[in-house]
């Protein structure tokens, strides 16, 4: 039973660019989390995906968008790349809602140049 | 902001020996969760606790939460070379689904 996997697992882009992230959840799960891990940090809530639709977000500006697909896997993108999105970007999936624990995948490590 | 603070910052401790952390929030809570997480990896979910309840084991694991001080301690008895890695406590508020976590304990287990 496969569990949260996410791809890239490492990127390297340069400002202004822009990036899509893919997470599969682990099976059985319908919601998708996705969050940013700062160097040295704990993750920071970006938003959260329920029957394809946003559901909960943080404190992130709208260059940060997102999709969750019928088969309920998800994406991240981030537009106009700046040099403090370089961050380990995690995706996390569960049934229901964050009130639930969280599976987490290994991350994807966004590099910006 | 993050509204879970992790206390240590960091711990080394020998191995046998038990570890406690403790983790402090700021507004009311659905439940408050413990993760690890490995150096490069992903999180893993330890235990979750609800705000009804004031003490949960799991194994070696043992968390208290105390919603007067709003606070949790995470306690690893026995404390193993694989338990080497970060700790975070994360909470999810009454008022939304918005977990937060702090910014972590990083426990080091001497051998």
């Known amino acids: 039973d496969a569990g949260v996997t996410q791809s890239p697992t490492h990127l390297i882009k340069t400002r202004g660019q822009q990036v899509t992230l893919r997470c599969s959840p682990k099976?059985?799960?319908?919601?998708v989390s996705w969050y940013q891990q700062a160097l040295g940090q704990g993750p920071q809530f970006i938003f959260q995906?329920?029957?394809?639709?946003?559901?909960q977000r943080g404190n992130f500006p709208d260059r940060f968008s997102g999709h969750q697909f019928p088969n309920y896997s998800s994406e991240l993108n981030v537009n106009a790349l700046l040099l403090g999105d370089s961050a380990l970007y995690l995706c996390?999936?569960?049934?229901?809602?964050?009130?639930?624990?969280?599976?987490f995948g290994d991350g994807t490590r966004l590099s910006i140049l | 902001s993050q509204q879970g603070e992790e206390d240590p910052q960091a711990l080394s401790i020998q191995e046998g020996e038990n570890a406690t952390m403790n983790c402090s929030y700021k507004?009311?809570?659905?439940?408050l969760q413990w993760y690890r997480q490995n150096s490069g990896r992903g999180l893993v979910h330890l235990i979750l606790?609800?705000?009804?309840?004031r003490e949960k084991h799991s194994g070696r694991l043992r968390v208290t939460l105390d919603t007067s001080k709003k606070s949790s301690s995470l306690l690893i008895t026995a404390s193993r070379a694989a338990d080497t890695a970060s700790y975070f406590c994360?909470?999810?508020?009454?008022?939304?689904?918005?977990?937060?976590f702090g910014k972590g304990t990083r426990l080091h287990i001497l051998p």
């Open positions: 606790i609800r705000s009804n309840e």
């Open positions: 507004t009311s809570i659905n439940n």
């Open positions: 099976s059985g799960h319908d919601t």
């Open positions: 994360a909470t999810v508020p009454n008022r939304d689904d918005k977990i937060i």
């Open positions: 995906y329920y029957e394809e639709e946003e559901r």
């Open positions: 996390a999936s569960s049934l229901g809602s964050t009130r639930q624990p969280q599976h």
